[in-house]
């Protein structure tokens, strides 16, 4: 039963901005969850962009560092991440995933994590 919906990509001009919105359902009332972006260009390894643990503490891929931020509407069971300043190689599929437990692995592994997203295309155009 448990759902995780992604949205907001789109096709934006280099120095653009996009919002992407992850909803989760389904899990048990209190479930505390590990979340994450991913990202995925055609014929690549998919890759961390940003992470957020159970305390709200974030990390961030060295080359989104500074431009994209992730946050967290614990209300909504929402995740977010801002994206400023857009570049050509910022183009990719974006995934959410979440998982309950981190398994004893760095939340920038995509083992740690169940459950994903259908993914939202970002485009990023000069």
């Known amino acids: 039963h448990e759902r995780v919906v992604e949205s907001g990509g789109g096709s934006v001009q280099v120095g653009g901005s996009l919002r992407l919105s992850c909803v989760v359902s389904g899990f048990t009332a209190g479930t505390t969850l590990y979340m994450a972006w991913f990202r995925q260009a055609p014929g690549k390894e998919r890759e961390d962009v940003a992470t957020?643990?159970?305390?709200?503490?974030?990390t961030y891929r060295d080359s989104v560092k500074g431009r994209f931020t992730i946050a967290k509407d614990n209300a909504k069971n929402t995740l977010y991440l801002q994206m400023n300043s857009l570049k050509p190689e910022d183009t990719a599929t974006y995934y959410c995933a979440a998982d309950p437990r981190r398994w004893g692995l760095p939340l920038t592994s995509v083992y740690v994590y169940n459950y994903w997203g259908q993914g939202t295309q970002v485009t990023v155009s000069s």
């Open positions: 957020i643990d159970n305390a709200g503490a974030t």
